[in-house]
């Protein structure tokens, strides 16, 4: 089968997370006909089962997994869409559907290069794909917990590749050796509600808010790290839920988000954001949930092997970069090595959603060289 038939036959079914719609099956039966080994795995209680597939061929020797997900956003308003989001179109040499970029495509093209590979080698070692129905939404029943189960009977990879799209513009740009990490904070400050014509009777509560957002939002937590841009914390609202122009309100909120490097973690962070706090006021409350810890795989042999692959194929050396938001690969990086490499992430998330074809055959000729590099080296 051609990546494009594979494509679309996954775009076709509008897995809307947590819902798979058939696309699982249709990859595993695909998988199947190559030689793989299939194992669906559905994790959670009741109606909140998701649906995973575990796939390999192979036992000995070095174990590479490709690891991506099945599930897909929501399309949105379906008038906007120029085709149906899960009736995949191809014009002008561009495919559109729902998951085109981020990410069925990719997992096409892994699946179609793996099979072409074992078509024509030996296999000397084992591949396997850890497909989840779990990655767009809160990730709790899905890649974790497909993890540990792979753990518990003997399937712990050697190296992982990841398939989320990681280039901003084209092919050959970037291949990501980690993410930043991810904080999510809600500050609150109390007062007493009051008429603001009798403020002596009342406590407002937002000078001091201000105050300590602005403290927040104008520290400098560092300036950077080898392979990291700078840590930074966005302020993403502040409210009162105050309607009136002549009331003081009783209390405020400010939220904000920190995306952190690897010189800091969780703990670390709330600490430091403790103290820029305490030096203008002690009078608030602060919650913190930290969504993903920073993580990194030191550049080395199987960074390597994926950086030659892509030169390879696009005749671009692909930087090692950090950027953008969080993915799966920060569960396996406990288990291996972890490389993320996939197409263009321009439209991901988006109406028309799209890949273009020769991206998708290029990406298929990228995974076919991962394996042959890995598998000879």
Not at 7 to 34: M, N, R
Not at 299 to 323: C, F, M
Request: hydrophobic content about 35%; glycine content about 10%; charged content about 20%.
């Amino acid at each position: 089968m051609d990546v494009l038939d594979l494509a679309k036959e996954l775009i076709a079914c509008p897995s809307v997370t947590p819902e798979d719609a058939g696309a699982q099956e249709k990859l595993a039966a695909f998988l199947e006909d190559a030689g793989f080994t299939c194992h669906h795995l559905p994790f959670g209680d009741g109606d909140e089962r998701v649906p995973n597939l575990f796939a390999r061929i192979g036992r000995e020797g070095p174990h590479l997994c490709y690891a991506g997900h099945t599930d897909v956003v929501p399309p949105g308003p379906l008038e906007r869409w120029t085709s149906g989001p899960f009736d995949p179109q191809i014009r002008d040499g561009v495919l559109y559907g729902r998951g085109a970029s981020d990410m069925k495509g990719s997992v096409a093209a892994f699946a179609v290069a793996a099979a072409r590979y074992l078509k024509d080698h030996d296999l000397k070692g084992s591949i396997s794909l850890l497909i989840t129905g779990d990655e767009e939404g809160p990730a709790v029943n899905g890649t974790v917990k497909v993890l540990e189960w792979m753990a518990e009977n003997g399937h712990s990879p050697d190296v992982a590749l990841v398939g989320e799209p990681t280039n901003p513009e084209h092919l050959g740009q970037e291949i990501k050796i980690g993410r930043r990490g991810s904080l999510t904070g809600t500050l609150r400050v109390t007062g007493r509600q009051g008429h603001v014509a009798y403020p002596h009777l009342a406590d407002n509560p937002l000078p001091r808010l201000t105050a300590l957002a602005g403290a927040l939002a104008a520290y400098i937590f560092d300036e950077g790290t080898d392979f990291f841009p700078p840590t930074n914390l966005e302020l993403t609202s502040i409210d009162t839920g105050n309607p009136a122009d002549n009331v003081i309100p009783a209390a405020g909120t400010a939220r904000f988000n920190i995306r952190f490097n690897d010189g800091w973690n969780a703990d670390t962070l709330e600490q430091t954001l403790r103290r820029i706090l305490d030096a203008v006021s002690k009078d608030y409350t602060l919650d913190l949930s930290c969504g993903a810890e920073s993580f990194m795989t030191q550049p080395g042999d199987w960074s390597a092997i994926v950086q030659q692959a892509v030169k390879d194929v696009t005749g671009k050396e692909p930087a090692y970069t950090t950027t953008g938001g969080t993915s799966d690969a920060r569960f396996i990086v406990k288990y291996c090595p972890v490389i993320e490499c996939g197409g263009v992430n321009k439209t991901i998330h988006q109406i028309d959603e799209s890949a273009a074809v020769d991206d998708l055959q290029k990406l298929t000729e990228i995974y076919g060289r991962v394996l042959a590099l890995y598998f000879k080296s």
